[in-house]
């Protein structure tokens, strides 16, 4: 079986992107809500290193991944479960404090546009968090569609949120390039046959 032709990524009509570790540096402030529910529940804090592996999966699995580094096993659903109120409750009011674009994302879709490439983010992250942020870092505007964790049936990596950010767009997946930065995002995009560059 001969590899597969390179990608061509100038040759696409919509780009859609994760957001956590990919467009924006969100570890930073992810780390503070998390250490914040964690300091809440009586657990030492973690390094944000570790933050950034387990984001990208939802704010239950971070808490999962941070108490099971702590307890060395799964955690039990009792414990998480208040944790992960605190959590969203800090993160809410601490969105942005300290997570920023990544350097080159505000040129690489500034570029995008004046081709007349159609944008948009398919995230795990919730609604009412992805839509403040975006907001708040004055990206919003940037996309035709944001695909939340909560907004299709199922999140990445089922192909549900990337192909309805197809729809959104009206586009075939073929036409659209995903950008992502973790297993879940290539999952995801290749459920859809939709390529995708991690």
């Keep these: ?37 964690l300091d809440r529940a009586g657990y030492e804090p973690v390094d944000e290193d570790l933050t950034r592996h387990w984001v990208g999966h939802g704010a239950r699995a971070c ?10 096993k799964k955690p039990p ?3 998480v479960e208040p944790m992960l ?17 990544y350097p080159g994302v505000l040129d690489a879709l500034s570029a995008l546009r004046e081709r007349g490439a ?3 983010v398919v995230t ?3 609604g009412d968090l992805t839509i403040p942020l ?5 990206l919003l505007d940037t996309f035709q569609t944001v695909i939340a964790g909560d907004s299709a049936g199922k ?16 586009l075939e997946p073929g036409d659209v390039l995903f950008v992502g930065d973790s297993q879940t995002d290539v999952l995801a995009a290749r459920a859809a046959q939709c390529p995708v560059v991690c």
Excluded: W
Excluded at 8 to 28: E, N, Q, V
Excluded at 63 to 72: F, P, V
Excluded at 85 to 101: E, Q, T
Excluded at 155 to 170: D, F, H, N, S, T
């Design 118 to 120: 159609a944008l948009g």
């Design 63 to 72: 808490i999962e991944q941070a108490l099971q580094h702590q307890l060395g």
């Design 77 to 79: 659903k009792r414990r």
């Design 155 to 170: 999140p990445k990596p089922a192909p549900e949120p990337v192909l309805m950010a197809c729809a959104e767009l009206r």
């Design 134 to 138: 975006l907001d708040e870092l004055t």
């Design 1 to 37: 079986m001969s590899d597969p032709a390179p990608l061509d990524p100038t040759r696409y009509r919509g780009y859609l992107f994760d957001l956590d570790g990919t467009l924006i540096d969100t570890a930073p402030d992810i780390n503070g809500a998390l250490n914040h529910a």
């Design 124 to 126: 795990n992250k919730i």
């Design 85 to 101: 109120d605190d959590f969203l409750a800090y993160y809410r009011a601490h969105l942005s404090v300290h997570s920023r674009p």
